[in-house]
């Protein structure tokens, strides 16, 4: 059974910071993954797809990497600002969605 | 711009009532999802559907119906409310085929008293 971790549970980092968030699944036959952020009380919302064959993906100060053969994903924020605070989830992508617990973000100003 | 809607943001419902929770979307998506979160728990699906009339149990399907009679309505459906189905609710959709990413609506917090 796939199951998704991810680490560290929760971070606060002062604003201006560039940080890493770390995903890993135990089962590397994984068709894509997607990182996602939820803000309280909200719904989730999309940041980057890695597809299966890619090794990483950018948008804006967001760089995602996958490396199926170690059953790794990492997220790095540059620069991370205030309104970055948020859960962020890890997806791995079989015939559905299967998550992490998330990592919950706090960037202090 | 592409989206899930749900009806609802919050619902209050009484135990034992039928509940009737809908999502949309506009993306001619073949698949959809239901999910639910709860602290601790995280995601977990419920049920899914990859077309209209079809429906697949998830993981935790006990105590939850689908129906699907149109490609973009979704619908989720507790027969009996129980207070051990408060949560929040999220529905999702995505293309047909693996290679596609997932948009979720922004979900619909329920509670059973």
């Known amino acids: 059974k796939q199951e998704v971790t991810q680490i560290p549970a929760a971070l606060s980092v002062p604003e201006g910071e560039n940080l890493v968030l770390n995903c890993s699944f135990t089962?590397?036959?994984?068709?894509?993954l997607q990182w996602f952020r939820q803000d309280p009380g909200k719904g989730l919302t999309s940041l980057l797809l890695?597809?299966?064959?890619?090794r990483e993906q950018t948008s804006g100060r967001l760089n995602a990497s996958l490396d199926k053969s170690s059953g790794r994903s990492t997220l790095y924020i540059a620069a991370s600002q205030p309104g970055d605070s948020a859960t962020y989830l890890c997806?791995?992508?079989?015939?559905?969605?299967?998550f992490g617990a998330g990592t919950i973000l706090r960037v202090k100003s | 711009d592409v989206k899930v809607t749900q009806s609802s943001r919050y619902l209050v419902k009484r135990t034992g009532e039928k509940v009737f929770l809908e999502c949309v979307q506009d993306m001619d998506h073949e698949n959809m999802f239901w999910y639910r979160q709860d602290p601790g728990l995280g995601l977990r699906l419920i049920y899914f559907s990859y077309d209209v009339k079809m429906k697949e149990k998830g993981d935790i399907p006990e105590g939850y119906s689908v129906s699907r009679e149109k490609k973009e309505r979704f619908s989720l459906i507790l027969e009996s409310a129980s207070t051990n189905q408060t949560s929040m609710y999220l529905c999702a959709s995505s293309l047909v085929g693996t290679g596609e990413s997932f948009t979720f609506g922004s979900g619909t917090r329920l509670t059973v008293v």
């Open positions: 089962d590397s036959a994984i068709y894509n």
């Open positions: 997806a791995v992508i079989v015939d559905k969605l299967v």
């Open positions: 890695i597809q299966s064959s890619q």
